[in-house]
């Protein structure tokens, strides 16, 4: 069975960073892609970035130059660094493994951009 756990999420002022960590336990082989999405309130699930077991990235367009998508292959771990912070970016951070045709999800973290 496969878990995600997310951390460092919190409250930042715009300009800021955050850098939040997903660890999947569990054990993971093969090709599989780990990402981060987001939903803001009263709005739907979005992609943030990816990236495969072989290091190819992908970015949503409002998140390129600002966010930086990381993995730990050792770990299991995926980080995601925050620079620029706006308060559009205020939303639940989602944590996901697709692997072996199914998706995994995190509980959620909260990023709040605010002053």
């Known amino acids: 069975q496969v878990q995600l756990v997310e951390s460092g999420g919190g409250l930042v002022q715009p300009g800021g960073s955050l850098r939040l960590s997903c660890a999947a336990s569990?054990?993971?082989?093969?090709?599989?892609?780990m990402g981060w999405y987001r939903q803001a309130p009263g709005k739907q699930r979005d992609l943030v970035a990816t990236i495969t077991s072989i290091g190819r990235l992908n970015y949503a367009d409002s998140v390129k130059g600002r966010f930086t998508i990381s993995r730990d292959g050792a770990k299991n771990t995926v980080y995601l660094q925050m620079n620029s912070l706006k308060p559009e970016d205020t939303a639940v951070y989602y944590c996901?493994?697709?692997?072996?045709?199914?998706?995994?999800w995190g509980q959620g973290t909260q990023v709040t951009v605010s002053s």
């Open positions: 569990g054990s993971i082989f093969g090709v599989n892609v």
């Open positions: 996901n493994l697709n692997w072996g045709n199914r998706y995994y």
